[in-house]
């Protein structure tokens, strides 16, 4: 059974930053893209970053664009969100999947190309 298990979430002040962390269990996802997005309180949920499975082809929406990082270290089978200058509007749940489009040359980006989510983290940015 496939699980992706996010960490790193928590409360931060204005500015801050933190290291989100999804971490596989019954999958290799060395050869799959793999996509964070959040949900905010009566938000629809957003693709903010996303990494094809060689790490060479990443996404990020317009509002994390020179703040958010994503990266993947598949020996660990792990990817990584880094959130630098978070602002309050970053607070949300933060969740992780696994895409369905193979071994892609691109970063999906919508919500119907990923079938495995993990069970989210918090996020709180406090102004």
């Known amino acids: 059974q496939v699980q992706l298990v996010e960490s790193g979430g928590g409360l931060v002040q204005a500015g801050g930053s933190l290291r989100l962390s999804c971490a596989a269990s019954?999958?290799?996802?060395?050869?799959?893209?793999v996509g964070w997005f959040r949900q905010g309180t009566e938000k629809e949920r957003e693709c903010v970053a996303a990494?094809?499975?060689?790490?060479?082809?990443?996404y990020y929406t317009d509002s994390v664009k020179g703040r958010f990082t994503i990266s993947r270290d598949n020996a660990k089978n792990t990817v990584y969100l880094q959130m630098n200058s978070l602002k309050p509007e970053d607070t949300a749940v933060y969740y992780c999947a696994e895409a369905n489009v193979g071994s892609s040359s691109w970063a999906p980006a919508r919500i119907e190309e990923y079938d495995y989510w993990g069970q989210g983290t918090q996020v709180t940015v406090s102004s």
């Open positions: 019954g999958r290799n996802l060395s050869s799959s893209a």
């Open positions: 990494i094809n499975w060689s790490g060479g082809f990443t």
